[in-house]
């Protein structure tokens, strides 16, 4: 398996983030990143290079998933936010909800607004930075994958991004690195592409720019929306116009057994699908002592969760998203990723 | 004239509001209605009266503007904030924005994103109260001039009301005042009612509340939303679905002469309309010194902006919405109800 790793991650420091009414500090840190990249060199997981150098390639990659104008808001919009007066880290401060359908607005505070659903997700200096480099970790993984060089690839990436839609951040997530891999491999020749998102919340943005697609099937595992984070996606009636969407949403406090039994049903799907491809959106906020989530995985539950899916056999993306419990976030994802790579071998064709 | 004032408006104190991306005291604060108060009698604008007492009217008028089930969680969101763990005001998270269209969640989170469209009102243990203070002190404004005990009615409502939907909270606002006047006057006789919205920001919840109708004709003069809030909504081109709306954005920087040019063409929609009664959401952030707008009207213009609206000699009741230079906030309102009620006599038949 080959882990790809950005340095670049860092650049995007959030100060704050709105919690429970209150600017607290953020949780999604750079401190994440640099603890798995610990674990998977301490696991023995193979080789972690840098993404392929910054090229119009990425542009082009974001452009497949990503309305081209979003990009351009995203890459300027700490500079117009300082422009403008402001300092800090950008917050947005309305949206357009029911009834409120005008065009794009020229201001910062509006432009943040219009292509954003939540308030939890600083525009630093740095986000621009580091959310490219996190996409060409998710594009250098997939072309990896999609050239038989590895069956297996790990996109270390950070900021996560499985929460952003071709044209809206939200959820610390800016560009879709999962949605980018899967693309990726479609274009690189796997006519089926499924994504089967694991982290505790529901893949909201992933579903969205893949809705109305037969060819990639969007798949997550979640705490159920009328309780938990992004609460206005993720319902199990949520299938796409051409049935290629399904959504587990799970109660809270669920534990290792009903968990596993989502993931069969999910898997079940993946198999139905006759998927070329698989991309995992990896969350381990699942986890039992995360601190903004209530699910109750153990470290040892999560080498079961990757051989389960490892068994696929399928040539595989995995992304990193979620997972707030910092200290024990390494392990998680090592034990993950172990149970994968182990799997995958045995089952592999 | 009457001025219908609750003192109940001071248990809606947020504590602080997000601004710049920041958590920063509120502008919006109790002092403001003090202000205006004691700048009302010291003017000799007659009598100042408590609102009709509370009582089923009270609903039965909201639920004429307003969506039961969004009073239902007004009235309770407070509580199950607490409930759920949280602790100080409420503030909304996440937005059901373009792609999230889901049913109103159960958890508080959601459910305050679910009925609001900014991050910007904090729910308070006090807010409930004070906001149907304000309702009231607007029903019971709007009966007076309806049944004719006077043709002039202040209803110096804290929290304002103007940004605030059938179903949404934003802007400060939580019930929209002026639309429960409006909608009272209609109810009490008359015909074909006015909203003439005088406030620096749009009146997007009181077009948004009578977007549809043709017995109400909504006006409002203010910044263009491209670079001001509500952003999404009060450009020019909103007309209605029945041509009832109009819209008068006016650039950063208005001063009075470009700003009456705007107030003389929305008389003129006025008296085309054939109004037999108004409702004037006053908000005086159009004033110079304002810390969070942009125009540039002085005190001294507006007794002549009161004039101009007075001279229309139409039952008019005045609901107090915006203006957050607290120390000039009395003379300005006092300054603009003199030259209305001046006029008002003047004018009248």
């Given at each position: 398996m080959l882990t790809v790793f950005s340095p670049d991650h860092a650049q995007h420091h959030a100060r704050a983030e709105l919690i429970d009414g209150q600017m607290l500090p953020a949780v999604e840190v750079p401190a994440r990143a640099e603890q798995v990249l610990t674990a998977v060199r301490a696991a023995g997981l193979g080789a972690v290079v840098e993404p392929d150098p910054d090229g119009p390639a990425d542009r082009a990659a974001l452009e497949r998933v990503h309305e081209p104008r979003y990009l351009d808001f995203l890459e300027g919009a700490h500079r117009q936010w300082l422009a403008e007066g402001h300092d800090g880290d950008a917050l947005p401060l309305c949206w357009p909800a029911r009834g409120l359908q005008g065009p794009e607005p020229e201001a910062i505070d509006g432009r943040l607004g219009y292509w954003s659903?939540?308030?939890?997700?600083?525009?630093?200096?740095?986000t621009w930075a580091a959310a490219t480099a996190a996409a060409r970790c998710a594009r250098t993984a997939a072309l990896v994958v999609a050239e038989g060089v590895e069956r297996l690839a790990f996109a270390l990436c950070r900021p996560p991004g499985h929460h952003a839609y071709a044209d809206q951040m939200g959820g610390y997530c800016f560009l879709n690195n999962?949605?980018?891999?899967?693309?990726?491999?479609?274009?690189?020749?796997?006519?089926?592409?499924?994504?089967?998102?694991?982290d505790y919340h529901h893949g909201n943005g992933t579903q969205g720019i893949f809705w109305a697609r037969d060819d990639v099937l969007t798949l997550s595992i979640h705490a159920d929306p009328r309780q938990e984070y992004?609460?206005?996606?993720?319902?199990?009636?949520?299938?796409?116009?051409?049935?290629?969407?399904?959504?587990?949403?799970?109660?809270?406090?669920?534990?290792?057994?009903?968990?596993?039994?989502?993931?069969?049903?999910?898997?079940?799907?993946?198999?139905?699908?006759?998927?070329?491809?698989l991309v995992v959106p990896l969350g381990v906020d699942t986890y039992e002592g995360d601190p903004i989530s209530r699910f109750r995985l153990t470290t040892s539950d999560f080498p079961g969760v990757g051989a389960a899916i490892g068994a696929l056999g399928l040539p595989t993306v995995v992304t990193m998203e979620g997972g707030y419990a910092v200290d024990a976030l390494g392990a998680n994802v090592a034990a993950f990723l172990t149970g994968l790579a182990a799997a995958h071998v045995a089952g592999g064709p």
């Open positions: 659903f939540d308030a939890g997700t600083p525009v630093t200096s740095g999962a949605a980018v891999a899967a693309q990726v491999l479609r274009d690189s020749g796997a006519g089926r592409v499924v994504v089967l998102d694991v992004p609460y206005f996606a993720g319902y199990a009636s949520e299938v796409g116009p051409s049935g290629r969407n399904r959504n587990f949403p799970l109660p809270s406090g669920t534990a290792i057994d009903a968990w596993a039994e989502a993931l069969e049903a999910a898997l079940g799907e993946v198999r139905a699908f006759g998927a070329d491809a």
